[in-house]
């Protein structure tokens, strides 16, 4: 009856164990880059509060376990940081910040346990295994170091294995100032998935690899102005332009102008941002053209509309 | 950039042309040459394949990426600088190993007072260091209770420190104590940036080269802006009160816009042809009105990071290239500028980290 009990238990624990530890998806399946990105957006923009004040796990140096505390009560944006076994994905970290008790835990993930599960992959890869495992379910784009000569698109990541940073980034996009990148890490003061902006310099002397995952579904779709609603009289010389994200964008470009494609009255790259307010646009009634521009991994592709000025 | 020059309808008739009316073939050719030019022409702007940056002035860095002509680049342009241990003591900054033995956290901010001072976040030590233009370190000041992530001070010397867990951006006074707190989780801070203060505003300046409102000082304390309202700005803004835009064609140009005053939308348009261009990061301003842009180029095999320097009227003035790139950690910012014109330099090294002016 003992022996009943303590089997019993320990089939209960497996069980809420394997139903709350990411260790894996059952089979490598196709996926878009928006779900890559939905996924890492989950697991950086979502807030939580911990239930109980706990240490959590998050490397060991020279032998002697390193633990973070998190507070119960306050507060905190993206999975924390955490190389224990085994990672957690968003639901089971948010799952475990609602239950945990407090002394020393191994919830979240690591970099590449970051990678691994929005990629969806069947096993956790650290990121010597992310680099000695080329040609599975990724291939390399160029050689480490290569971040200035590829041609980088949402999803795709970048990997430095030991002997170099021992760390990896997912692509964002890229942006004026560098490169935008989504990522579960342990650099600055605190250890939490985010966003960064990384530089070339950084990215190439850390000999950072580009990989790609196999088995994308590319979809594509540019942007669309929703406001304000295209053929509309606008209301005053300063009009709050927005559109949709599109599909696969990368970088948003408007031009608004006194005739079809022309861009005298505005021109500038929007980067990822998805409004812009343009001022000095003329108050006689004529009609404004507006091109929005999507960079897409195909090209640059863009939407016409036209609308109404405003007549004071 | 690209632009289709071709007009398809008239490459599919011209087979026919040639094949079937050889005797006229000349005169059509000639008149088919005309008629597509001036299609062409008239298509021309529907046909764009890339946005077409706009530019009053056109300057370039001449010669390639590996012998630029104008570039000025010398170790001994070290106007001065320090290098800062590894550790937890007086005078060292903060870092955490990976099992290789390479850093993989620590300090990722810097900022330069209006006097001159360079302020360090030591995040892990949970403290500001402040050295002297001439690299001297002058104070240390405990920031508790809140994660470095980024750092700014205003003309008073007040501290201000965005932490990136909370999403929240806090006040200090220049001994460490702790004015006000503010929750600043906007939904249009969708990349990583730099905190800085002009004027009464703050601005949160991101990966596109824009400023993003995100609090305003009133008599001299942090206070909340609406976050719901459209805070973004078309560049970044200077303490001349120009605001500057900054775009890249990835390995051509580098396209700049000063926007002079934004009231009368005086604006001065140029590009500057910068071959390998990766990168441009608006810097700062001096005294004199010279602006600076960061700039990271490839020729393929390198990457090198550069300053342009630039008059009042946009006119370069020169190109400084950074003798030391090897940063081990990835940080907010690579370089800053002094209100002297000084190139400030935060390096974290494999070892140790330096702290450079360049002039």
Same mark, same amino acid.
């Given at each position: 009856?003992?022996?009943?009990?303590?089997?019993?238990?320990?089939?209960? /624990?497996?069980?809420?164990?394997?139903?709350?530890?990411?260790?894996?998806?059952?089979?490598?399946?196709?996926?878009?880059?928006?779900?890559?990105?939905?996924?890492?957006?989950?697991?950086?923009?979502?807030?939580?509060?911990?239930?109980?004040?706990?240490?959590?796990?998050?490397?060991?140096?020279?032998?002697?376990?390193?633990?973070?505390?998190?507070?119960?009560?306050?507060?905190?944006?993206?999975?924390?940081?955490?190389?224990?076994?085994?990672?957690?994905?968003?639901?089971?970290?948010?799952?475990?910040?609602?239950?945990?008790?407090?002394?020393?835990?191994?919830?979240?993930?690591?970099?590449?346990?970051?990678?691994?599960?929005?990629?969806?992959?069947?096993?956790?890869?650290?990121?010597?295994?992310?680099?000695?495992?080329?040609?599975?379910? !990724?291939?390399?784009?160029?050689?480490?170091?290569?971040?200035?000569?590829?041609?980088?698109?949402?999803?795709?990541?970048?990997?430095?294995?030991?002997?170099?940073?021992?760390?990896?980034?997912?692509?964002?996009?890229?942006?004026?100032?560098?490169?935008?990148?989504?990522?579960?890490?342990?650099?600055?003061?605190?250890?939490?998935?985010?966003?960064?902006?990384?530089?070339?310099?950084?990215?190439?002397?850390?000999?950072?690899?580009?990989?790609?995952?196999?088995?994308?579904?590319?979809?594509?779709?540019?942007?669309?102005?929703?406001?304000?609603?295209?053929?509309?009289?606008?209301?005053?010389?300063?009009?709050?332009?927005? !559109?949709?994200?599109?599909?696969?964008?990368?970088?948003?470009?408007?031009?608004?102008?006194?005739?079809?494609?022309?861009?005298?009255?505005?021109?500038?790259?929007?980067?990822?941002?998805?409004?812009?307010?343009?001022?000095?646009?003329? =108050?006689?009634?004529?009609?404004?053209?507006?091109?929005?521009?999507?960079?897409?991994?195909?090209?640059?592709?863009?939407?016409?509309?036209?609308?109404?000025?405003?007549?004071? | 950039?690209?632009?289709?020059?071709?007009?398809?309808?008239?490459?599919?008739?011209?087979?026919?042309?040639?094949?079937?009316?050889?005797?006229?073939?000349?005169?059509?050719?000639?008149?088919?040459?005309?008629?597509?030019?001036?299609?062409?022409?008239?298509?021309?702007?529907?046909?764009?394949?890339?946005?077409?940056?706009?530019?009053?002035?056109?300057?370039?860095?001449?010669?390639?990426?590996?012998?630029?002509?104008?570039?000025?680049?010398?170790?001994?342009?070290?106007?001065?600088?320090?290098?800062?241990?590894?550790?937890?003591?007086?005078?060292?900054?903060?870092?955490?190993?990976?099992?290789?033995?390479?850093?993989?956290?620590?300090?990722?901010?810097?900022?330069?007072? #209006?006097?001159?001072?360079?302020?360090?976040?030591?995040?892990?030590?949970?403290?500001?260091?402040?050295?002297?233009?001439?690299?001297?370190?002058?104070?240390?000041?405990?920031?508790?209770?809140?994660?470095?992530?980024?750092?700014?001070?205003?003309?008073?010397?007040?501290?201000?420190?965005?932490?990136? #867990?909370?999403?929240?951006?806090?006040?200090?006074?220049?001994?460490?104590?702790?004015?006000?707190?503010?929750?600043?989780?906007?939904?249009?801070?969708?990349?990583?940036?730099?905190?800085?203060?002009?004027?009464?505003?703050?601005?949160?300046?991101?990966?596109?080269?824009?400023?993003?409102?995100?609090?305003?000082?009133?008599?001299?304390?942090?206070?909340?802006?609406?976050?719901?309202?459209?805070?973004?700005?078309?560049?970044?803004?200077?303490?001349?009160?120009?605001?500057?835009?900054?775009?890249?064609?990835?390995?051509?140009?580098?396209?700049?816009?000063?926007?002079?005053?934004?009231?009368?939308?005086?604006?001065?348009?140029?590009?500057?042809?910068?071959?390998?261009?990766?990168?441009?990061?608006?810097?700062?301003?001096?005294?004199?009105?010279?602006?600076?842009?960061?700039?990271?180029?490839?020729?393929?095999?390198?990457?090198?990071?550069?300053?342009?320097?630039?008059?009042?009227?946009?006119?370069?003035?020169?190109? =400084?290239?950074?003798?030391?790139?090897?940063?081990?950690?990835?940080?907010?910012?690579?370089?800053?500028?002094?209100?002297?014109?000084?190139?400030?330099? /935060?390096?974290?090294?494999?070892?140790? #980290?330096?702290?450079?002016?360049?002039?």
């Amino acid at each position: 009856m003992k022996m009943k009990t303590i089997l019993s238990t320990l089939v209960f /624990f497996c069980l809420t164990y394997a139903a709350f530890a990411w260790t894996g998806e059952a089979t490598f399946v196709s996926m878009s880059r928006s779900e890559i990105q939905a996924l890492a957006d989950q697991m950086i923009d979502s807030s939580w509060t911990p239930h109980t004040t706990f240490s959590n796990y998050e490397y060991t140096d020279a032998g002697v376990n390193v633990y973070r505390q998190y507070n119960a009560g306050t507060t905190y944006y993206g999975v924390a940081y955490g190389q224990g076994y085994p990672q957690n994905n968003w639901a089971e970290f948010s799952y475990n910040m609602g239950i945990t008790s407090a002394g020393n835990k191994t919830y979240g993930n690591d970099c590449s346990g970051f990678v691994s599960i929005c990629w969806k992959l069947t096993q956790r890869y650290n990121t010597a295994g992310f680099e000695s495992s080329l040609g599975t379910y !990724w291939t390399s784009l160029g050689a480490p170091g290569s971040v200035a000569s590829v041609n980088l698109l949402l999803g795709d990541a970048l990997n430095s294995p030991s002997p170099n940073d021992e760390h990896m980034v997912m692509f964002l996009s890229y942006n004026s100032t560098g490169i935008n990148t989504m990522e579960q890490t342990i650099s600055g003061p605190n250890h939490l998935a985010k966003r960064y902006t990384r530089s070339y310099t950084y990215l190439a002397n850390n000999l950072y690899r580009p990989i790609r995952r196999n088995q994308i579904i590319e979809s594509m779709a540019k942007a669309q102005l929703t406001s304000p609603t295209p053929g509309t009289t606008l209301g005053s010389s300063s009009v709050n332009f927005g !559109w949709n994200t599109g599909s696969g964008v990368s970088e948003y470009y408007l031009y608004v102008g006194n005739s079809a494609g022309g861009s005298d009255i505005y021109n500038a790259s929007q980067g990822t941002s998805l409004s812009r307010t343009v001022t000095g646009i003329p =108050t006689d009634g004529r009609t404004i053209y507006v091109r929005l521009w999507s960079n897409l991994s195909s090209g640059w592709q863009y939407n016409d509309y036209t609308y109404t000025a405003f007549n004071h | 950039m690209p632009s289709a020059k071709t007009s398809p309808q008239i490459y599919r008739i011209r087979p026919l042309l040639l094949s079937v009316l050889l005797i006229i073939s000349s005169i059509l050719v000639l008149w088919l040459h005309q008629s597509r030019t001036s299609l062409v022409s008239h298509l021309s702007d529907s046909r764009q394949t890339h946005p077409q940056y706009p530019v009053d002035k056109v300057a370039s860095v001449a010669g390639s990426f590996s012998n630029p002509v104008e570039i000025e680049v010398q170790p001994n342009t070290i106007k001065a600088g320090t290098i800062i241990p590894y550790g937890s003591g007086e005078g060292q900054i903060g870092i955490i190993r990976g099992p290789g033995g390479r850093p993989v956290s620590g300090p990722e901010s810097f900022a330069v007072g #209006a006097d001159g001072s360079i302020y360090l976040a030591d995040a892990l030590n949970h403290r500001v260091l402040v050295y002297s233009n001439s690299g001297e370190l002058l104070r240390s000041i405990r920031i508790s209770g809140i994660g470095l992530a980024d750092l700014t001070v205003d003309r008073k010397g007040n501290i201000y420190v965005y932490d990136d #867990a909370e999403r929240s951006l806090s006040q200090f006074s220049s001994d460490g104590s702790l004015v006000t707190k503010l929750l600043v989780n906007a939904a249009d801070i969708i990349s990583r940036g730099y905190v800085h203060i002009v004027g009464e505003s703050v601005y949160f300046a991101n990966s596109a080269n824009s400023d993003i409102l995100i609090a305003s000082l009133r008599d001299g304390v942090l206070a909340a802006v609406d976050l719901n309202s459209d805070r973004n700005s078309d560049g970044i803004h200077s303490a001349t009160g120009k605001v500057y835009s900054i775009d890249v064609t990835r390995g051509q140009t580098m396209q700049i816009i000063v926007h002079n005053d934004s009231v009368n939308l005086d604006e001065q348009h140029f590009a500057i042809s910068l071959p390998g261009i990766l990168s441009a990061t608006y810097v700062g301003e001096d005294l004199k009105g010279q602006f600076y842009i960061q700039t990271e180029r490839s020729d393929g095999t390198a990457i090198a990071l550069e300053v342009q320097k630039f008059d009042m009227k946009g006119q370069l003035l020169a190109t =400084t290239r950074m003798p030391e790139t090897d940063y081990a950690l990835g940080t907010i910012k690579l370089l800053d500028v002094g209100n002297d014109g000084a190139i400030v330099q /935060f390096l974290p090294q494999n070892n140790q #980290a330096k702290l450079q002016m360049f002039q």
